[in-house]
């Protein structure tokens, strides 16, 4: 053991300990806000790649790929969800396992993955519902992803000079 605190006096040793706890809070926040809700849709909608021409937002900018008769395909909905889920406090899809199976069995649940056409207020609706579903499944067994990373190399930030800020007045 000797020649390990030897080491360790020789070389610095940074150990990084991130938690991340997902639970219903951030979705609760995002489903009780109707503006931020909105707003955080058509901006999830805005990332669908366009197949015809589609009529502006709101906010300007042109809304998802539809067929002539303005539905949209449920194909699309993993992609919307993707950019849907950092504004309701969880990771990107693919990140935590545990959050893609709530989200499966969400999709497996509202039937989301049969790739029909529906109206763009229908595609809101289910994306509304598959968070509703999430948040529902994280309210008793939220989750925790803890990480942790060796590193051997340490930031130094230099401390500015001392502040002025609580110095006494000059007469």
Not at 116 to 133: M, N, Q, R, Y
């Amino acid at each position: 053991m000797g020649t390990v605190a030897k080491l360790l006096k020789e070389q610095s040793v940074i150990v990084a300990h991130t938690e991340n706890t997902f639970d219903r809070i951030g979705i609760r926040r995002l489903l009780s806000n109707k503006f931020e809700l909105d707003k955080a849709l058509d901006t999830s909608l805005q990332t669908i790649p366009s197949m015809v021409p589609c009529r502006p937002s709101r906010y300007g900018k042109p809304l998802i790929p539809r067929d002539r008769s303005a539905k949209l395909s449920k194909q699309y909905l993993r992609v919307a969800l993707d950019v849907l889920v950092p504004s309701s406090g969880l990771g990107p899809l693919g990140a935590v396992d545990q959050i893609d199976k709530i989200i499966n069995e969400a999709f497996k649940k509202l039937d989301a993955d049969d790739r029909k056409l529906v109206k763009e207020d229908e595609f809101k609706k289910l994306l509304t519902e598959i968070l509703g579903s999430t948040m529902l499944q994280l309210e008793g067994n939220p989750i925790s992803v803890s990480t942790k990373r060796t590193t051997n190399s340490a930031v130094h930030v230099p401390l500015a000079s001392s502040s002025t800020l609580l110095e006494a007045p000059s007469s």
